[in-house]
């Protein structure tokens, strides 16, 4: 027992220290190389829809203007990009290190329930694939589920409102997150994860490494660069009808950050809306752009302010669980 828990913990710091090593510079990196290829896209858009072209040199002044990064709400998101950076890679290697506790108790778990079985005759290739794409559904669950709990629980709403506290969306408001609300995502990530890589440990009965497959996703690994930048760039690329069912698109996510009662808490998705449409918290946008103001409520006290927006979190949510707890901010739909 000794041994296998001295295993399982050396297994476990290894990957994890390896995967801080990466993360510490991969976390900026990915963070800028999406903003300039989400940058493009939505120039690109502009300029073909009044019929020019775009060269390097003008996408790049372009890029570096007011207009793209530094709007009204840019200083803030900005300065928790930078924040996020150096946090950002500490938390999710502990993400990943919690998540690899989940895999045994679960393969123990299946196979108490349904017994032990051969490995299935099936490729590498094909392992690899539903292994990801099982992941990236896990991810999606539980962002669902940290963000519905985000938006009806006041205390996570406290840290969850710095991400709605933008009053005007650009492709850097993706990283306006305060690092409350990402060790609470990470803490529902690693179970959603750790219990689905125990699952998929089990059915191929073969060694599963969270860490291995988590941090080289695929489907992750483009929503990450192109996708969920999109959505807070302001461009009106709406999902309608049964796509609108499936995939939460920009549209979608402007809806979600709109300051009005009827849309609060609804298209809690990441890049699905499955989960929104399962659970009754989705409103499909119209495929014309609807008129929206961003930003929350002046009875939520928005903080004014970077600094403000990284300690005023605290002293509500502290706040919160000296008194009776209000109802909660905002309500799904
Ligand atoms: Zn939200
Ligand atoms: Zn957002």
Redesign the pocket.
């Known amino acids: 027992m000794q041994d296998f828990l001295s295993n399982e913990l050396a297994q476990v710091t290894h990957g994890a220290l390896r995967f801080l090593d990466l993360s510490f510079i991969g976390y900026p990196l990915l963070a800028f190389l999406s903003l300039f290829v989400t940058g493009y896209v939505v120039l690109y858009r502009q300029r073909v829809a009044r019929g020019k072209s775009l060269s390097v040199r003008l996408f790049l002044r372009a890029f570096l203007s007011k207009g793209m990064i530094f709007r009204s709400s840019g200083r803030v998101d900005v300065a928790l990009l930078v924040l996020n950076s150096t946090v950002f890679p500490v938390l999710f290697g502990w993400m990943m290190i919690s998540g690899q506790i989940f895999v045994t108790p679960t393969v123990t778990a299946l196979t108490h329930l349904l017994g032990s079985h051969a490995p299935p005759q099936i490729s590498a290739g094909a392992q690899a694939f539903l292994a990801t794409l099982a992941l990236f559904i896990a991810y999606e669950f539980g962002y669902w589920v940290d963000?519905y709990l985000?938006?009806r629980i006041p205390f996570l709403w406290h840290f969850?409102k710095v991400?709605?506290t933008a009053t005007s969306l650009s492709i850097v408001t993706v990283h306006r997150v305060h690092p409350i609300d990402t060790v609470v995502f990470g803490g529902i990530l690693a179970l959603t994860g750790g219990v689905t890589a125990g699952c998929l440990e089990w059915a191929f009965a073969a060694p599963f490494n969270l860490m291995e497959i988590g941090s080289t996703n695929l489907f992750l690994f483009a929503a990450m660069i192109a996708y969920i930048p999109l959505q807070h760039s302001g461009v009106w690329l709406a999902f309608t009808g049964a796509w609108g069912r499936v995939f939460l698109s920009p549209a979608h996510h402007q809806l979600?950050h709109a300051n009005d009662p009827t849309l609060y808490g609804s298209n809690?998705g990441s890049c699905l809306s499955v989960f929104d449409w399962m659970f009754g918290t989705l409103k499909i946008p119209s495929a014309e752009p609807q008129k929206l103001t961003f930003g929350v409520s002046a009875s939520d006290h928005p903080p004014v302010g970077i600094l403000d927006h990284v300690v005023q979190p605290f002293l509500d949510a502290g706040r919160t669980t000296s008194s009776t707890a209000p109802a909660p901010l905002a309500k799904a739909s």
């Open positions: 963000h985000s938006h969850h991400h709605h979600h809690l």
